[in-house]
Each structure stands twice: as C-alpha cells, then as structure tokens.
C-alpha cells in the first residue's frame, strides 16, 4: 500500500474510490479495515470515500466501514438504509458521518481556487516520458546484449506490431468509461530508428501479428526466420491485445497469450542474440 499511502500523505485528495475485488475476503468496499482503519486512521484522511460503479454489495456493510457516496445511484438506497438501520446493523451516527463528508466536499469543491494556469501538452510529454524511463524494469541480460552496441550489431530486426503501435488505447471494447485518447505516443520503433540512424545500425521491421486480437498466420513464422537471416539482433515486442483489458472482468492467467511465447521462442531460436519487450 505503500504507493497510496505515498498520495494520501503528500497530495490530500478530496476523494478516494474503492476497488472491485475482494481483499482477504472483504470487498474493498466493505473493508473497514482498508477504510477506516489504514486510509482515515493510519493516514489521516479526512476526504469522501466514493464506491466504483456497483462495487457495493452490501449498504450496510459499505457504511459501517467508512464508505460515503455509493455509486451510482441505486432506487432503493432509502430503502436500505431505513432498513438496515431498524434491524441494528448501522446507526444514525453512521449515516451522519457519511453525510457530513459529502457536505465537506460539495463545500470544499465549491470553493476551490481557480487559478490562471494554461496547460503545456509538451511539458506534460517530457514528465510523461521521464516516468515511463524511470519506470522500465529490465528482468534479464543474460551475456550483457544491453545496452545495444551498434558496433557489434549492425543490422536490428524489430518484430511485432506493438513496436509500432503500443497498447496505449485502453478498453478498445468499450467497457467503461476509459477510453484513452493520447495527444502524442512516442512509439518503440520509431525511437530505435532514430538511435539507429544517429549510430550507423540498420533497422528491419516486420509486425508479424494484429494489433486488435494478436492473431498471426504460420507464414509469418518464416518472416522472424527471413529477418533473422539478415539480421545481427532480433528485439521482438510481446504484449496483451486490448480486449485481455477489460472493466468488470478478471483476467484469467498474467502470463503472456500462449501465441506470444511461441513468437518469442522462434526469434530466439532463430537468433541467439534475441530481447524481448
């Protein structure tokens, strides 16, 4: 939790939302002992808990762990809470906390500053990019192939569809209300064609499968062996087709699909000098 606790403490948001899922058996929106007791107790938040939509499963149970806005609306929350407070399960305290926070948002949005700032996409590019450096995570090198010398690897052979276009769109499905549009997407391929160029390397691109469902015809199998052929290197870019990310569903397995492995596995074998991304 150590990430969220890190936002809590320095940026104090006005509001949190729950998860889905359950942790150690409570749902996350039911948890009092993630609520109350880590979020408002150990780190001093004094903001509105809100539920994701329809992650409540329980009125009661919500509001005796500390949630205060259920979403989205639900015709019977009246029903529920008189109900629940007539068999003993919440009290009026309960419903007062939680309504007493949401009075403190509405009061405290309304009365936000409005400053005069103007939004630079190019600066908010560079913070983005210096994230996505910082962030990268190398899991391994064996025979030290990193960081590419192009003295010794002279032609590079970039294989799969996301070098050219990354898995940036989130739920190309629909499910929910994530859709990402960026302004600017800073592609693997094109970065590596440029430090390619400024360096003397030769680059050869062949995308082998769909971006969509990661589908791939056998021919393609002789591609990675025809680039191979021709190639010094080989850095072929694995991932998750758009659909695998979906809102409201679990994932089933966080392994790579099975095709992907089997992609991976021919560039290695027909290349010793193989990096996967």
């Not at 962030?135 to 030290?144: P, Q």
């Not at 799969?160 to 592609?187: I, K, Q």
Request: glycine share 6%.
């Amino acid at each position: 939790l150590a990430v969220f606790e890190h936002i809590i403490k320095k940026s104090n948001p006005t509001t949190v939302m729950c998860a889905y899922n359950k942790i150690n058996g409570h749902f996350a929106s039911e948890n009092k002992k993630l609520i109350t007791d880590i979020l408002r107790g150990e780190w001093g938040y004094g903001g509105m808990m809100i539920s994701d939509w329809g992650a409540v499963h329980d009125v009661a149970n919500a509001l005796k762990a500390g949630m205060d806005l259920i979403m989205p609306e639900r015709k019977t929350i009246v029903e529920d809470v008189m109900k629940a407070l007539d068999n003993g399960r919440i009290t009026e305290k309960d419903v007062d906390i939680a309504v007493e926070r949401i009075q403190k948002f509405i009061h405290d949005v309304e009365n936000l500053p409005k400053p005069d700032i103007t939004f630079d996409r190019a600066k908010a590019h560079e913070i983005a990019t210096e994230v996505e450096r910082e962030a990268i995570v190398l899991l391994k090198n064996e025979d030290n192939i990193l960081p590419i010398d192009t003295k010794k690897y002279k032609k590079i052979g970039i294989l799969g569809y996301y070098a050219e276009e990354p898995n940036v769109y989130v739920n190309l499905e629909s499910s929910g209300n994530v859709y990402l549009d960026p302004n600017v997407v800073d592609t693997p391929l094109g970065w590596i064609k440029k430090f390619a160029g400024e360096n003397g390397a030769e680059i050869m691109y062949e995308p082998l499968y769909s971006y969509y469902d990661g589908s791939f015809k056998f021919s393609e199998l002789i591609k990675i062996q025809e680039v191979a052929r021709e190639c010094d290197m080989l850095i072929f870019f694995a991932g998750y087709p758009p659909y695998w990310e979906i809102e409201g569903e679990d994932r089933e397995t966080i392994n790579l699909p099975v095709y992907m492995i089997r992609l991976a596995e021919e560039c290695s074998r027909f290349c010793k000098d193989t990096v996967v991304v």
